[in-house]
């Protein structure tokens, strides 16, 4: 069996090259393997940085035929371990259910595992589809010369190559220890896309059925003969330290095993260990640590005085001009931190035994928490074995692995014992790389015939951490002599990568003014952007605009493509419905991950001003869409999961800590304020999958404000919803 | 420490623990039922629930002294002889969890909530289900499984 090696491997184009070998047991075997120069680059600087994709995936074909793919990167519930199969399952003409998959530990032969930045499909599309169809390529040649006719007159179908001409057939599993000794065809014909019968079909998840049965699956489920269970606890004022902590009379506690100090390990945030028989008693011990902290100046952070920092960057900055004769208008727009507040806390296992770490780790990036305990721990990274479990919720908080460093070092301490670790939920929130804060003082012109003459943004978010205003994306880019600027509280609370990083927050507060221009300008809000897209420069070739970025996509953005999922959007939402007070509809749209979306939502809100969602309609243009099912089932959550955050989320930051401590005040959307209706539509295509993971995020919150502003006048410039009073008369 | 004899998926277990130990830690560090989960320890997420003597309960605040000799069904318990319930197979078909962690509770909710009202309406599994989150936000799929498990036509998408 050849594994292929980074060390042997240059960097290597999109295209990369199929490894092939024979299976001990006389199967078939086909890797490809790829890495993306840019994204190793990435990786290599910023270990918890949405990298690009650059995965690699095996395929192996037993005597009876059994499939088996490696899915080389983490599922957290995006479909990720589905769909990518499919995509081989396709081009191979293996029936699905032959097809079994393995989730791949943390190895080099597989190149980076990063399940970020909605990449999965994306980025293994194509080769995935190479890999799957040199395989039938090879297969195919088996059987030709079996029979001794020509591979053209072969075809294949359900798992066997057919010769319609003399009747005969040979199953895979028949055929793949002799394709095992066949050269590597260096092009192979790829499928038709019009001609696929397995994409774009609904597939439910590979593993439901482990699901519906409570099968452990999880990182919080693992479980070693003579485990034992770690609490951590760090200091809540971000940089904080441990000066002094009860620990000898907290190990006499009933049912305790240990309890340490850990500080001075390279990367390791300083807290005090708790070590018991069980999760209960290292949690109620954990409670019990009297723990004199050395809080450091981050004790000084409130969130009161970043939103007058922020203030004084607005007020100072003299922002650009708005031509003379035109309407300025002017508003200041406002999202908080948020936590991801993944439902499985988190959590990690590990066993330190003759010098080497083994760990099971539910992470989005398996190779970033292999680093931070070779660097912190100074093991050579052959000696940290780390396997993946499934994820309860990524959402960006699994690309960085405190949590791997942290039972590290417990498990050291501990030879020969395997520990799990488990972070209380009120860690959990404590201790989270937050979604930024961020302002927006927007600035804009309209002339006398309604038309944008100027539109100008001064941002403002927490220094570090991803989030940032480029400038440049839609709608600054259809007004000529739009300026973006982008300024920095300075601070040290933790942020990192939540759901559609950037796009989560500012999209609502770009989509959010954009309405307030429209109905500035007494037009209709579709028609608004419908013209401000039609500004773009360079709008309506069909390439679309050279250079013009929207959203974080990182592609061309395409006004036309965007303008078609607005105005399928309008027309299945039946737009522009006249509605009694009260009654609002209002939509938004992004380009995000390279997919358009438009959203358009139905919502009540009483004179009391309780506010229901009544339906939001979706429209996506997502390129060729793998399953179905998950594709739907991920813009129906990330819309939900979008709408929970604006309505009812927020950390706060006291005394430099972060103020909610549990969901009873950090509350998530409940059933009962799910809309009764959620209409998800694709576009029909065949250009390669974008990112859906996330696309469908962004718009939700600015559909949502824009039709409370119609159903009530009453225009949200500050989240979440809740903190605002809808009330109407 | 006391001996309770938990009664848990049909089969009584002899266990030694602090009076005050909640069921969830019961279940999942003793008996090894890590089918169900911890999400927040305060009763406001429902991953831990299970159902006692049929009823929906959160384990997480549920300590052995109050289980008593009633019977607990985990989500490894649901489904006997290895068939899955109708719950079980809507969830399945319907492809429901995302990411999975809270659809044990989900399930074993959702299935008190038809063996008390087999024909609910949506607001019957609104008012049933709002103790029980889905971070991943599948309640539309959710509504949708109840609805085909107690074999009524679903309601718009
Ligand atoms: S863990 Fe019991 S309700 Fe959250
Ligand atoms: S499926 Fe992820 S929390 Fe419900």
Known sequence: MSVPSPSVAPVLDRRGFIKIGALAGGGLLVGTYFRFGAASALAETAPAAVASFAPNAFISIAANGTVTLIAPNSEMGQGAKTALPMIIAEELDVPWDKVTISQGDLNPAYGRQAAVGSGSTPGNYGPLRQAGATARAMLVEAAAQTWGVPAAECTTENGAVLHRASGRHLGYGELAAKAATLPVPADVALKDPNDFKLLGTRVPGVDNEKIVTGQALFGIDQTLPGMVYAAYVKCPVFGGKVASANVDEVKKLPGVRDAFVLDGINGLTPGVAVVAGSTWLAFTAAQKLKIQWDQGPGVSQGSEAMAKQAEAFGQADPGAAVPAGATAIEAAYHYPFLAHATLEPQNCTALFKNGVMEMWCPTQVPSAGQRSVTQGLGLAARDVVVHVTRLGGGFGRRGSNEFSLEVAAIAKRLEGTPVKLTWMREHDFAHDNYRSNGWHFFRAGLDSAGKVVALHDSFVKMQGGPGDMTGGGFPFNAVPGSQVQSNKLSGTIPTGYWRAPGDNGNTWATQSFVDELAHAAGRDPIDFTLGLLAAVPGAGAPGGPAGARGGRGGGGFVPAKMEAVLKLAAEKAGWGKKLPRGQGQGFAITHTNNAYVAVVADVTVSQQGVLRIQKLTAVVDAGLIVNLSSAEAQVQGAMLDGISAAWFQKITIEAGAAAQVNYDDYPLLRIDNAPPAVEVNFVKSIAPPTGLGEPGLPPAAPAICNAIFAATGKRIRTLPIADQDLKWA | ?157
């Not at chain 2, 299970?50 to 490894?76: H, N, R, Y």
């Not at chain 2, 289900?129 to 309640?139: D, E, P, Q, T």
Request: proline share 3%.
């Open chain 2, 1 to 157: 420490m006391s001996s309770f004899n938990l009664n848990v998926n049909g089969a009584v277990h002899a266990v030694d623990l602090d009076d005050n130990t909640p069921l969830l830690w019961a279940l999942r560090d003793t008996l090894g039922l890590v089918g169900t989960k911890y999400g927040c320890g305060i009763g406001e997420c429902g991953a831990c629930t299970v159902l006692l003597d049929g009823e929906a309960v959160k384990s997480c605040g549920l300590s052995l002294k109050k289980v008593g000799s009633a019977k607990v069904t985990t989500i490894e318990g649901l489904a006997r002889g290895g068939k899955l319930t109708a719950v079980q197979q809507a969830w399945c078909k319907l492809d429901v969890p995302q990411c999975g962690y809270c659809q044990g509770g989900q399930i074993l909710c959702a299935t008190a909530l038809l063996a008390a009202k087999p024909r609910p309406t949506d607001a019957d599994i609104d008012s049933a289900m709002s103790g029980n989150f889905c971070r991943c936000a599948s309640y539309t799929r959710i509504r949708q499984a109840i609805h085909a498990a107690a074999g009524q036509p679903t309601a718009a998408s």
